[in-house]
């Protein structure tokens, strides 16, 4: 059975750090790739990092240089380290698995909410 489970979420104020963790199972790391994206309130649902079956990473514009991700195979773990967090980063924080040769992202987590304040 392929699961995600997303934890690490909370309260931070602006300027602060949070680290993720998207806990899988059913998955092998160099079949998939893991992303994370996020939702805020009467908001689409958007791209934030993503990081390959190769290790390669990539990020949204408006995160990078702040978030970091990162896995670790041994624990079947992936990681998103926010830093200098902003309130427009106040979401629920989803991770999500697509595998090598599709498109799409066929699985996902049930999130975690982030809320940053001022």
């Known amino acids: 059975q392929k699961l995600l489970v997303e934890s690490g979420g909370g309260l931070v104020q602006a300027g602060g750090s949070l680290r993720l963790s998207c806990a899988t199972s059913g998955y092998t790391f160099n079949s998939y790739e893991i992303g994370w994206f996020r939702q805020a309130p009467g908001k689409e649902r958007e791209f934030v990092a993503a990081?390959?079956?190769?290790?390669?990473?990539r990020y949204a514009g408006s995160v990078k240089g702040r978030f970091g991700i990162s896995r670790d195979i041994a624990k079947n773990t992936v990681y998103l380290q926010m830093n200098s967090l902003k309130p427009e980063d106040t979401a629920v924080y989803y991770c999500?698995?697509?595998?090598?040769?599709?498109?799409?992202?066929?699985?996902w987590g049930q999130g975690t909410q982030v809320t940053v304040s001022s």
């Open positions: 999500a698995a697509r595998y090598a040769t599709r498109i799409a992202y066929d699985y």
């Open positions: 990081i390959s079956w190769s290790g390669g990473t």
